[in-house]
């Protein structure tokens, strides 16, 4: 019978089944980070309890680190969370790319980057952007830190099986649409509880068409879309990607693995519980207007109007919304000012979305009233972009060219949007006061973002595109 | 973790739906690397004004729900981060039962692990109960064995639980420990990724 990835994976994984109660399912690769994880090894050490499989952690500290000044940690509640991890990971035989390894990151970055995430695995991280990994056709989902300690003791999570969800992105993207677009226009459609109690596979040309970099954009907002997770069946485009990275087996051996992965996509004619789908003309540059990720739409609409809500409580949740975001109904988003602009977090800062948001700032200047930050994915996208001369064209532009972490995306460090400010963030999340305590964000791609800092104010990208730079 | 079967309380009216734990448990309130003390930081940008003073039309610092285990609100409560910090802050403030019509999947799961009985009820459901305690106090009776909610004014509504989070919950069960019982069986399962 044709199966789909998702059901190979999972049966693939059940160290223990029985009637009545969800599965024992074995993972993979454990992923860390210094926020969710003292408590879990502090239940370790309270039990007497190691962990079972150190050579299927690694761990990495992004969310809480300095974007400058490295070394001087001014808040002790930040320095102590660190410390903590490199105690924990020194104790527990962890591996670690800790604050000054040449591999640190966002985890979700850093990952693919070594070749840890490979397609068929199960992946957990606690972090609900693990979904990321997702992208080689990997069963990756966020956990709690009590399922964390569950991780590291056992190598195990009882996981009752979510429903599958098949989201089909019909037809070929437009000009100037970027994956983020995609990710966003989904979410707006279905809501950010669509896919809650699921995991979804993206399929469609658009996705087959998109670099890794791209899938990975698309499957970090699986969360938002309130999925358990998000894949996509590998492909050549997968296999290329991961070729001769650190963690993935070499010559032989890699085409013996690459088969396996391959034969892992969905059968022809598999079936899902849900198949929803959306057409690449839905879909336009993208930004959000509220205060979570489906209150969004093209840059050429409006902030809706309360009268567009059919039921009194999605008025009243769009009346708290705009509240927050002061803003009135029916502005149009374009005619939005913004005073910051972020490109950075785990769902647009590598490679690719600073060369592709520095090819829209080159010759170009930040406007006078915004401050433009760049905070480069990892350790090794920022010794790649600076190969490049990526990093001097945002500098030469006005922007900071910061070192790696978490940063705006949640402002956990000392990167925070003031409040009563307003960033065009190509981040993940929108809610109150997510980039910093009264701060209002508004979500969208790399070129958007290079775009809105250009302007001071949100803008369609495309605009810039058909215009020659004047230098 | 502590058995929970009954709870007698009034409870919250918190009647938003999509609400996120970022809003549950702030990010400056996530460094400390305790499990305990997050109660006080709960709703903490919606329980206090930009000043720091308390913001007096939200639920939490109303009177009338002081000491309440009960917290009321719409649906996919718990969207969003996956911080465990949430169900923490939820605990240590005094709930031990959440009602929505949904959840969040890694929101749930952080709750059961806790100990917090998070209860699906149908949109109608919360939605009366929501009303009944916004208009005054309302006392609510929940009883996990029997998996029933009812109120003093003789409303009764029964939910559904996954058999094994609700023995979970009954028995306040390491999950860990019980997992190590099938040692065996994991050994078994690594040695054949092995061959």
């Known amino acids: 019978m044709a199966k789909n990835i998702i059901e190979k994976i999972w049966s693939d994984h059940i160290v223990y089944a029985e009637q009545g109660k969800p599965d024992l399912l074995y993972i993979d690769l454990h992923l860390l980070h210094e926020v969710t994880s003292p408590q879990a090894f502090e239940g370790l050490r309270l039990n007497g309890r190691k962990v079972r499989r150190p050579d299927l952690c690694f761990a990495t500290m992004d969310h809480n680190v300095p974007t400058r000044n490295r070394d001087t940690i001014t808040d002790p509640v930040s320095k102590k969370q660190i410390q903590t991890l490199q105690q924990n990971c020194e104790e527990f035989s962890v591996p670690l790319a800790g604050i000054n390894h040449p ?36 069963l990756a989902f966020g956990i709690g830190t009590s399922e964390v300690e569950h991780v590291l003791s056992t190598q195990t999570l009882w996981q009752s099986k979510p429903k599958t969800m098949e989201m089909r992105i019909e037809g070929e993207l437009g000009f100037g649409v970027s994956a983020k677009d995609v990710i966003l226009a989904i979410i707006a459609k279905y809501g950010v509880d669509m896919g809650t109690g699921h995991i979804i596979e993206y399929t469609g040309e658009a996705i087959r068409k998109m670099t890794m970099e791209e899938r990975m954009t698309v499957c970090n907002m699986s969360i938002e879309a309130g999925a358990r997770a998000g894949l996509i069946s590998p492909d050549e485009v997968t296999v290329e990607f991961l070729r001769g990275r650190r963690h993935v087996p070499a010559e032989e051996a890699f085409e013996e693995a690459a088969a396996g992965w391959l034969a892992l996509a969905s059968d022809a004619g598999a079936e899902y519980d849900e198949v929803l789908t959306i057409h690449a003309d839905e879909i336009s540059p993208f930004v959000t207007w509220g205060t979570n990720p489906s209150m969004g739409a093209g840059i050429a609409g409006h902030v809706p109007y309360i009268n567009d809500c059919e039921n009194p409580e999605d008025q009243e949740a769009l009346k708290q919304a705009l509240a927050y975001m002061e ?66 064209v945002f500098l030469d532009a006005g922007f900071e060219w910061r070192e790696t972490g978490c940063s705006m995306c949640l402002a956990m460090n000392d990167d925070a949007v003031p409040a009563g400010e307003r960033c065009a963030s190509t981040s993940n999340r929108n809610f109150e006061g997510r980039q910093g305590t009264g701060s209002m964000t508004h979500l969208m791609s790399p070129v958007m973002a290079a775009a809105a800092a250009v302007e001071g104010r949100l803008t369609d990208v495309r605009v810039f595109m058909n215009e020659p730079v004047l230098s | 973790m502590k058995p929970i079967n009954k709870i007698t309380s009034v409870l919250t009216p918190l009647d ?37 003073s308390e913001a007096p039309d939200f639920v939490l610092n109303d009177p009338r729900y002081a000491g309440s285990e009960v917290l009321v609100a719409q649906e996919n409560f718990g969207c969003g981060s996956s911080r465990e910090h949430a169900p923490w802050a939820i605990l240590d403030y005094g709930f031990k039962v959440v009602i929505a019509p949904s959840y969040a999947d890694i929101f749930y799961n952080n709750c059961v692990k806790n100990g917090i009985l998070p209860i699906r009820l149908a949109h109608q459901e919360v939605t009366e109960l929501l009303e009944k305690g916004k208009k005054a106090a309302f006392e609510l009776k ?12 003789g409303v009764r509504y029964s939910f559904n639980i996954d058999p094994y989070w609700k023995e979970m919950l009954l028995k306040g069960w390491d999950e860990i420990a019980l997992t190590f019982q099938y040692e065996e069986k994991i050994a078994a399962y690594e040695a054949k990724q092995l061959v």
């Open chain 1, 103 to 138: 591999d640190q990151g966002i985890v979700h970055v850093i990952g693919p980057e070594l070749g840890l995430t490979q397609p068929g695995k199960t992946i957990v991280c606690g972090d609900s952007h693990t979904s990321t990994h997702g992208a080689f056709g990997a």
């Open chain 1, 327 to 392: 803003l009135e109904e029916g502005a149009p988003l374009s005619s939005i000012p913004i005073q910051h602009v972020f490109i950075g977090s785990c769902t647009n800062a590598r490679l690719g979305d600073l060369r592709s948001a520095s090819e829209m700032i080159k010759g170009r200047k930040v406007h006078p009233s915004v401050t433009a930050i760049v905070v480069p994915g990892s350790e090794t996208v920022k010794r790649q972009a600076e190969a490049e001369g990526i990093d001097k």
């Open chain 2, 16 to 52: 938003r739906k999509n609400v996120d734990t970022d809003q549950i448990i702030s990010k400056e309130f996530l460094k400390r690397i305790e499990r305990t003390g997050f109660g006080r930081y709960l709703f903490y940008h919606w329980r206090h004004r930009p000043d720091g």
């Open chain 2, 142 to 153: 929940v009883n996990l064995e029997e998996q029933t909610v009812s109120g003093e004014d």
